[in-house]
């Protein structure tokens, strides 16, 4: 390489009074290099690890009597090293980057051999050990001085690229990957994705990709990404078969999902069975817990970012699985080559064509499809369409049925200005529906929220250590809470509408990404929200402004009585809040391998489900906030210690967070809210938080990849009397949410045993989920009526399984055709019967009160076939 050549020549002339000879070929080392120069002077070199002095020269080196005054200008003036002579040592180091020397800006794409983009691919620089990450469209750039670089792109799952670069002006390059279908011996892997962007001060953010999700075991054999979600630190679930999941003990409601950037407001087919997720589909996702980005708003727990395949601009591809109880198929190709790209992604179960054969009249089954149409209208601009459609189909013999699930569709225009300016502006519509037919009373009851919505982002790069990313939205629901109709004259119920809502929630924001030095590096911004909430509606007044009263004869809140009510036409503002969401990260590098982060950031969260319950269900209702139900509002901090360690071969992250919240709706003991007309008189405004500590330690390279991760954390709630004769909730005191797990540890393990077969582990413990037990009872007549502890006092049993799989496949050499797989799993190896629950009765034969645990799964073995061509 040429700046080698330049390195020798730099040496030589910093030994001022001598002269040297040096013949070397081009596999010979800078460390070779060095002994020669040592040998011929009484100089010796000083430096630290950073500088890799294994690298060959690539270059032959044939300088005989070489003066060393006239080669260490030069060389100073080309090579990324800093050569400097103290008394008999010759010191090296990296070039500053604030070098004076003239900088030009690299960018790129990087596609896979399928054309699509890849998320979060690794570019590094070997000769300065620094790089960027490629963003959702595959985009990376950075500003590097003049010279001559080794360009090394990486990504999980495929062969590393590596490009000879001379950079003398701006330069854009698109460099294609191909998949790893080999094992190589002896292979040093300099840079890979799962290896810490030390000096980038976004923290609290956990990414999976595909290969990641398809490699680990789950239940009934099918790759799940919310479910591989659960591996990480400061992400739990409410158990088996349940939907939703909970991140830094926060509800299932404070998480943001956006597929593609549009919102989706429920994750879960067959009641937490199955995510909404195909991961076939879904190219990878970003879990931001904290440090969250300016241009996210609306929740206060975390933003679940995922998004989709964009489709093959070359070729057509098939590729699809069938297991036990579902079955899938993805097809993706040109439009027209290298213009625009498809790809349609479907799903379905069929389990209950089983129960059928087994004459159960039950019935249970979900489909879902999704798709990204893509087209390249010229070198500066481009259309995107993201869609999908989910439903599940829900039977109990001839007793009911229930019908519920997701719909969302966004049309993108992304715009190149010029390098410098990148825009995108889309347009989204998302909506969730569920529907209960009870066929005994005759009548069907129907809720459902939908949202329109409107984005527009701003990427601009001003100089090499600052980029700004600024833009507008706003979002616009639509709440139906609930429709019961009658469906004949038969049944009992009369036609009721609960009240519609309407609400307008529109945000700006600025986001500055600013490196201060080499070492310091900072991102800070201001999230700007506003909330509308708009009629048509009536709302009730009550005495004080009180809708929740205290009994103090029974120690009891009761519901009040209306004093009247306000009549808001349609479209007319009956209530509005606007917050001030400022955030601010910062990173801070020891060296190349190990650095401090912090991070502070406010949120708002104008939405709620109104839930009682541990975890999520279809027939949970959607709420704005508004006079009676006031905003969410989060402060989180967090501080971390992030290091790579071993040749970037293992990595570790460490981080402490506290988290604050105001305004969180808590519920009065015995609160009805179905089809509650009047929330307000059964719920009080209390607050919440959660503090503790995450660990995260990853193997990165080798046959054998995984992580270890560690929650310590503690999640509690407070809502206090309005007046000192009120008690409040729990006395008043702080009690353990439902979200509370003081102790979390996963272990995913990955093991490449040769070309045909690969194994993977996955080991989950976590401390029994808080709940309410009764403490006593007291006897009325013949009735035995329990008496509850303080609320959540008591926990269920730890909850803990070990999940095996193994990945067959037959010719693994084979890179067209017809390409298949086998993956054999067992879920729950040891067949622990984890309590979902454990409800208190009374036994029928002896009259006395018993705990009975119900558990959703043992042992499940399971199989699935996948293929591709």
């Known amino acids: 390489m040429k700046h080698i050549k330049y390195c020798f020549l730099m040496l030589s002339l910093n030994i001022f009074s001598q002269n040297i000879t040096v013949s070397l070929d081009q596999s010979a080392t800078l460390k070779q290099l060095f002994t020669e120069i040592e040998n011929q002077t009484d100089y010796k070199f000083a430096y630290n690890n950073s500088i890799n002095v294994d690298q060959k020269l690539s270059e032959k080196m044939d300088y005989n009597d070489a003066e060393i005054e006239s080669f260490i200008s030069i060389l100073n003036k080309n090579s990324p090293f800093q050569f400097s002579v ?21 960018s790129g794409v990087i596609l896979d051999d399928l054309g699509q983009p890849l998320l979060g691919a690794n570019i590094y620089i070997q000769e300065i050990s620094t790089g960027a990450v490629t963003d959702e469209n595959g985009y990376f750039s950075m500003w590097l001085p003049e010279g001559n670089y080794t360009l090394i792109a990486s990504y999980l799952g495929f062969e590393n690229q590596t490009l000879n670069i001379t950079l003398k002006s701006n330069k854009n390059l698109n460099i294609s990957m191909l998949a790893n279908n080999q094992t190589l011996d002896e292979v040093v892997i300099t840079q890979n994705t799962k290896a810490l962007n030390i000096k980038k001060p976004q ?6 990709s595909a290969e990641e999700i398809k490699g680990m075991p789950v239940v009934m054999g099918e790759a799940d990404p919310l479910k591989s979600l659960l591996t990480l630190p400061g992400v739990t679930s409410s158990g088996e078969a349940s939907s939703g999941f909970n991140v830094r003990g926060g509800a299932a409601d404070q998480n943001l999902i956006l597929l593609d950037g549009a919102p989706i407001y429920s994750d879960s087919h067959l009641f937490g069975f199955f995510s909404v997720f195909n991961a076939d589909a879904i190219s990878s996702l970003d879990l931001y817990k904290g440090g969250i980005p300016s241009r996210f708003g609306g929740r206060v727990s975390s933003i679940l970012d995922v998004h989709q395949k964009t489709g093959n601009y070359e070729d057509l591809h098939i590729n699809g699985g069938i297991g036990l109880i579902s079955s899938r198929l993805t097809v ?4 027209k080559k290298e213009k625009g790209s498809f790809m349609v992604a479907g799903r379905t179960s069929y389990a209950h064509l089983f129960l059928k054969l087994a004459d159960n009249e039950n019935s249970a089954k979900f489909y879902d499809l999704n798709t990204r149409l893509n087209y390249k209208l010229n070198e500066n601009n481009s259309l995107h369409f993201s869609g999908y459609l989910g439903n599940d189909i829900f039977d109990i013999s001839d007793s009911f049925s229930s019908t519920y699930g997701n719909t969302m569709g966004n049309l993108s225009w992304k715009h190149r200005f010029s390098n410098n300016i990148n825009t995108n502006l889309s347009l989204f519509y998302s909506d969730y529906t569920f529907n209960l037919n009870i066929n005994e009373q005759n009548f069907n009851w129907d809720s459902t929220i939908k949202s329109y919505g409107l984005k527009y982002n701003w990427n601009h790069f001003i100089s090499e250590n600052i980029q700004l990313n600024y833009g507008v939205a706003a979002n616009y629901y639509g709440f139906n809470p609930g429709t019961l109709n009658p469906e004949n004259e038969d049944s009992q119920f009369n036609f009721q509408q609960l009240d519609k809502k309407y609400a307008l929630e529109p945000s700006a924001y600025l986001d500055v990404e600013h490196k201060i030095t080499e070492k310091l590096n900072l991102r800070y911004g201001l999230h700007y929200s506003m909330f509308y909430r708009f009629g048509k509606q009536e709302i009730n007044t009550y005495a004080n402004d009180n809708p929740v009263i205290y009994n103090p004869t029974y120690n009891i809140y009761e519901e009040a009585i209306p004093t009247g009510s306000i009549t808001y036409d349609k479209g007319e503002k009956i209530a509005n809040f606007n917050n001030l969401e400022p955030r601010i990260a910062l990173s801070y590098a020891l060296n190349d391998d190990q650095s401090f982060k912090v991070s502070y950031n406010r949120m708002a969260q104008y939405l709620h489900i ?12 959607w709420t704005p906030s508004g006079p009676f139900i006031k905003p969410q509002l989060l402060d989180q901090y967090a501080v971390g210690y992030f290091r790579n360690f071993n040749n970037k071969k293992y990595s570790l992250e460490t981080e402490f967070f506290y988290k604050d919240i105001k305004n969180r709706v808590d519920y009065v003991e015995g609160a009805d809210l179905l089809a509650n007309n009047n929330i307000e008189r059964v719920i009080l405004n209390g607050k919440a938080r959660a503090y503790g500590m995450e660990l995260l330690l990853r193997k990165n390279t080798g046959k054998l990849t995984g992580w270890i991760a560690y929650t310590l954390s503690r999640a509690e709630q407070k809502t206090v009397g309005r007046s000192p004769e009120e008690p409040g909730i729990a006395n008043g005191n702080w009690y353990l949410s439902p979200y509370d797990k003081l102790h979390d540890i996963s272990i995913i ?19 029994g989920q808080p709940v309410t037990y009764p403490n006593g009872y007291y006897e009325l007549g013949e ?3 329990p008496n509850y502890s303080s609320r959540n006092e008591n926990r269920l049993p730890a909850y803990h399984h070990l999940d095996l799989a193994a990945t067959y496949t037959p010719k693994p050499n084979k890179n067209k055709g017809w390409q298949s797989s086998w993956v054999f799993s067992i879920y729950n190896v040891y067949n622990r019967q984890n309590a979902a629950s454990i409800r208190f009765t009374t036994n029928e034969d002896n009259g006395l009160n018993e705990a009975r645990r119900l558990s959703i ?13």
């Open 610 to 621: 109104l839930s009682n319950t541990q975890s999520p269900t279809p027939m949970n209702i």
């Open 749 to 767: 393990a990955n093991y490449d045993y040769n070309k045909k077969w690969s194994f993977n582990a996955n080991f989950s413990l976590q401390s």
């Open 203 to 208: 923290m609290s953010v956990n990414s999976l």
């Open 332 to 335: 993706e190709g040109p439009i």
């Open 783 to 785: 009735i035995h009526i």
């Open 86 to 106: 103290i008394g008999n040592s010759i010191t090296i180091k990296k070039r500053e980057l604030q070098s004076q020397q003239e900088r030009h800006k690299l």
């Open 857 to 869: 799964f043992g042992i499940l073995p399971s199989i699935s076939y996948n293929f591709k061509f």
